[in-house]
Structure formats: C-alpha cells, structure tokens
DNA sequence: GTGGTATGTTGACATCGTCTACATATTATG
DNA sequence: CATAATATGTAGACGATGTCAACATACCAC
C-alpha cells in the first residue's frame, strides 16, 4: 500500500479544521473530526501537533497571516473597514485569534504573524506626531468594533454605513486632554 | 435528612462556576465540577440550566451586571479606564461575556444585561452632537484596548499609563471626512 | 394525610483529548 | 543494494465531560 502514509497531512489537517471551524463553529472543531476529515485514524494528528491547542495556534497564526495580506492592499482610510470586513467575513477565525483560547507566548510564531499584521496599521500612521500611540488607538478601535458587531451589540440595518459612520467620527490628535 | 435539598442550588452553582472560571479559566469550568463544589451529584444542575450554555450564559449576565456598576460609578472621562480596569480584573468573565460561546439572541436577560451596561456609556456622550455614534466609537475603542491588552498584543511596562495614552490620542468629532 | 410537583440521585452512553504499544513506510548508512 | 534508524500512521485504552432516562425524596396544596 502507498496509502498508508497521507503525503501532506499537516496541510490536510489545517484545511479540514479550517472549514469545520468557519462552518460549524469552534466548539465543533475536534482533533479526532479532522483526522477523520483528512481519511486518517483518531491518532495520527498527534505525530504534527504535540496537541489540540497547537493545531488551533497553528489556524490562528494563518489567521493574523490572511488579514495582514487584507490590511496591506489597502489605503490608510479604508484600512479600518477592511479590518471589519474580514471579522465579518471569517467570524470564526477571527474569534479564535482574539479568544484567548491560544497563549502567544507559547507560540512565537502566533506572535510573529499577529506582529506582522499590527505592523500593516502601524505603517498607516508614520506620519502622525505619536504613531505608536494613534496606531493602537486605531487597532483598539477596529478591533472593538468587530468585536461588538459580530456579538450583535450593535444592531442597525445597514452594517456597511454604521462601520463606516462610526469609524468617521473619531479623530486621532496629538495631545491627551 | 434534611440535606437532600440543597437550598439555593442556581445561586451556589454560579458562585462556584465563577470562582472556577476566574481561577481556571473558561475550559475548566465543567457543569460536572460546579455540582461537585456545590455538594451535589453531577446531575443536580439540569434542574436548573436546561444545558452548559445556560450556566455560561447566566455567568456573562452576572459580568455585564458587574461592568455596568463599575461604569456608572465614574465621571465621563475615567469611564474608559474604569471599562479597561474591569476587563484586566476580571479577564476570564470578560472573555466569556465577550467570546462569542452565548448567543445573546437565546438568552434575552443576557441582551439586557449587555444593553444595561452600555447605557451607561451612551449617558456619557448625551451632549455630543451625534451621541449613538460616539459612543459606539468610544465602546468599540475601550472594548478593543481592553482585548488587546489582554491578549498581550501590546507590551508596556506601565500598563496604565499607555491605557491612559492610548485614550487620549482620541478625539469624537462631529463630522465624517 | 395524600397526591402532585419540584428537586436530587444513579446509571448509562457517545464523544473527546491523550497515553502506550505496535505497524509500516521512508531515509540514511554500510 | 541491504539493513538499520527514523518518521509516520494505527489500535486500543483511560478518564473526563455533556446529556438522557429512570428512579428517589422532599415540599406544598388540598
């Protein structure tokens, strides 16, 4: 038998765990399922992942990779709606970034691709008096408003014109009152 | 006996899922260990959550509740820090409260719980010119600080002073760009 | 007091993460 | 090319969990 080793198992793990969790949710999401997903037995993830938090570290990392790629296309002004946009789009992966399920720092690569991403807005900012400051301002206040929103805090019919509204009435100055 | 019944089994088992679910985190906290430190058989609490869900969900009203109080308590200006305070104290609440496991649209007394609280923040902007749309920004902004930090994606030495910082970098105008 | 209801208990089941022992393919080494 | 070492996959087990069904006991209304 030739098929007895997978070929790229690692790979095929990620993509089945990536599409249980976007498609049923993360409590949904077991090592066993995407073993079974990927035609292998309930063991054989344990050979590429020490465990299941490392196969969810590993999707989160992709994760902060796909929205670095998502910030980066875009102009400093319409940055903050791509931010929300891909929360929208991939709620549950965003959610597992941000949940606290997966400690950074037992996994610098997590920390890496999470960095790379921050740094997609902080070069949005260079030009601003204190851009460390207005970048974290800027990345609290998207990020916040993903959150809400995918929580349904914030319900109004047109989601698009409310980010676009809310994210319009901030100002980023140079000195704290 | 007089012992068969518990006396206030939904009250116990809050208090101790609560003091679980700081101490241990979210994923310790199993319905079968609350019946345990509550002195009950593993069963006892479906007399009282119809499932584990219920039980988190009525954990998240209780935090919402705690936030508001905390809000309410504070001057327009330090409401930001008191919202980020509450988020460091209390980590493992907020991220249930915020973490996407309970859908507020199954839970009613969890929307009003959330909305209780976010009235105190929508008070702090009633002068303001378009105040629903401020205090969406303001919430959305302390909430982002408040899970970033958490998450370790910023790393100060003082922590409050760069909270403080990042705040005032912020200005609510009237007018979008 | 007696019957109905609320509350608690016991036992069972499937699922999960993870461990240990074993099997098979791939690679390196002579 | 043969064989030893290693990487990868499998089989079976264990304890923990959420949940269901059946049963037991306490409380309350009449």
Redesign the pocket.
């Known amino acids: 038998?030739?098929t007895?080793?997978?070929?790229d198992?690692p790979a095929a793990l990620l993509r089945a765990a990536g599409r249980t969790l976007e498609r049923r949710g993360l409590a949904?999401?077991?090592?066993?399922?995407a073993?079974r997903r990927a035609?292998?037995?309930?063991?054989?993830p344990?050979?590429?992942f020490?465990?299941?938090?490392a196969l969810l570290a590993a999707l989160a990392a992709e994760g902060f990779a796909m929205l670095g790629e998502r910030l980066r296309g875009q102009p400093g002004r319409e940055m903050g709606e791509a931010y929300v946009r891909f929360a929208l789009q991939q709620p549950q992966r965003f959610r597992l970034m941000f949940g606290g399920l997966v400690p950074m720092t037992k996994y610098p690569e997590l920390r890496n691709a999470a960095q790379g991403a921050y740094q997609a807005l902080i070069e949005a900012f260079k030009e601003l008096p204190r851009p460390e400051l207005a970048a974290a301002a800027a990345w609290s206040l998207v990020h916040g408003l993903s959150q809400l929103l995918l929580d349904g805090h914030f319900t109004h019919t047109d989601r698009e014109a409310f980010v676009r509204d809310v994210l319009g009435v901030v100002r980023f100055a140079q000195r704290a009152a």
């Open positions: 038998m030739s007895y080793h997978h070929g198992l949904a999401l077991s090592l066993r399922e073993a035609g292998v037995s309930h063991n054989a344990y050979r590429h020490p465990d299941r938090e």
